[in-house]
């Protein structure tokens, strides 16, 4: 998986989930991440990632994600002359999430 997709596939899900968990709660009578609340709006996202980049004759360049242990990487195609390496890189994304509003739940779209 690409770099980017995989920052993109996550905010979208970690937002999309707060907002269904929302719905969930207003149904239970509770509130998460309410209006008005002691709570903080803006998180951050922290990441820390394993890129993997590859170069070689029949390989096809470029960054991948690994999700799992570093030390099983492997790669997909095979390659007469490869150079391959594997990196960490840590970062924070901040996010305002979606506030629960007062009187009725969020519609999901």
Do not use: C, W, Y
Not at 33 to 53: C, I, K, Q, Y
Not at 71 to 76: C, E, N, R, Y
Not at 85 to 106: D, E, G, H
Request: positive net charge; charged residues 25%; aromatic residues 4%.
């Amino acid at each position: 998986m690409e770099l980017q997709n995989f920052i993109e596939e996550t905010l979208k899900q970690i937002v999309s989930g707060v907002r269904g968990a929302q719905e969930s709660a207003f149904e239970l009578g509770a509130k998460i991440n309410p209006r008005g609340g002691s709570l903080v709006e803006m998180r951050n996202v922290h990441f820390d990632v394993a890129v993997s980049t590859s170069e070689g004759t029949e390989t096809k360049g470029g960054i991948s994600v690994f999700v799992g242990p570093v030390g099983s990487v492997g790669s997909q195609d095979q390659s007469d002359v490869a150079s391959s390496s594997i990196s960490r890189i840590k970062f924070s994304v901040p996010v305002k999430l979606p506030i629960q509003p007062k009187a009725r739940p969020i519609r999901r779209r």
